[in-house]
């Protein structure tokens, strides 16, 4: 699993931070990559459209296409995590509230 968008790589650089010592970013985008596919799997959650780890892709590109150069030169790396957590995370979401 490669990190391939600049944000990306950016909270891959926050992770050297103490305070991310411990958070894997590799390790987590392979585990939501695995828990994405059962989406739509067997009919599962039918309702949705399938949304594979080439849909983190696309929208990790569209963050990128849609954050102003000035305004992602400003993100801090920590900025740069959360924003490409709230990415990964945004589908395995579902149902988290309950």
């Known amino acids: 699993m490669e990190l391939t968008t600049r944000i990306e790589?950016?909270?891959?650089?926050?992770?050297?931070?103490?305070a991310f010592l411990y958070v894997n970013l590799y390790g987590i985008?392979?585990?939501?990559a695995k828990l994405l596919e059962f989406i739509g799997k067997d009919r599962i959650f039918d309702e949705y459209t399938r949304d594979d780890i080439?849909?983190?892709?696309?929208?990790?590109?569209?963050?990128?296409?849609i954050i102003p150069a000035t305004?992602?030169?400003?993100l801090t790396l920590a900025d740069c995590l959360i924003l490409t957590l709230a990415v990964y995370f945004h589908d395995p979401?579902?149902?988290?509230?309950?």
């Open 9 to 18: 790589q950016r909270a891959s650089d926050a992770t050297k931070l103490e």
């Open 71 to 74: 305004t992602f030169s400003k």
């Open 29 to 32: 985008k392979e585990g939501v």
């Open 93 to 98: 979401g579902y149902g988290c509230d309950k």
């Open 54 to 65: 080439s849909h983190i892709y696309k929208l990790l590109e569209i963050m990128e296409w």
